[in-house]
Each structure stands twice: as C-alpha cells, then as structure tokens.
C-alpha cells in the first residue's frame, strides 16, 4: 500500500497502459474522509499485494482526476487491464473495498 501521494501525478495514458491489477486512490491529505478510510483501505490491500496501489492527489485542475471524472473524496478506482472494473467513494467500512478488490484481482 502507498502511504504517500505521488509528487507527479501519471497521465491518463500511462494509467491506461497498466495491465496489472491497480487502485487509484484519490483525495488529498487534509481529507477528513480520506484520512478516515486509510484504515480500510490499508487492511484491504494488505489481504492483495500483488494489487499496485497509487495515491493521486486530487484537485481542481488536476488531469487524472477530471479525466476518472472524480467528485468526492477519497474515491478508489479499480482498474484491471487498464479498464475500471469498480469504484467506491467515501468507504467507511472494510466490505466494499474487498468487493472491489475481488473482482480486479
């Protein structure tokens, strides 16, 4: 699991690319909903490590997110293969990243 944001966020086209299973978290770390859910999120991805975890930070502006079409934080995108499989948007319980996760990996 990534702790920390990445500093520069991918291009579309590089996420896009990935084939192997991957979580986009984005959100932003003064985030009272995306500091709640680290805990979830945390003890979803350790039960799947082969499942490559990247924390965008979000904002206006900012490519990635526009382009996932993001409106609240912190919302994780499951990608497979480069396609979205599931989302879950402000999770306040350990259920519906594990649903997610099991259909990615």
């Known amino acids: 699991m990534s ?9 579309r086209e590089e996420v ?3 084939a ?3 979580v986009l978290e984005f959100g932003t770390t003064w985030c009272g909903w995306c500091r709640g859910a680290q805990p979830f999120i945390k003890q979803a991805l350790q039960r799947h490590p082969g499942v490559r975890h990247i924390k965008v930070e979000d904002g206006p502006g900012q490519p990635l997110g526009r382009s996932f079409r993001i409106k609240l934080w912190p ?3 499951f990608l497979k293969d480069g396609q979205e499989v599931a989302r879950v948007t402000r999770p ?6 594990d649903e ?3 259909k990615i990996a």
């Open 3 to 11: 702790t920390e944001y990445v500093t520069v966020e991918p291009t």
């Open 16 to 18: 896009d690319a990935i």
């Open 20 to 22: 192997e299973p991957v």
């Open 75 to 77: 919302t994780l995108v």
């Open 92 to 97: 306040n319980s350990l259920a519906p990243i």
């Open 100 to 102: 997610a996760l099991a």
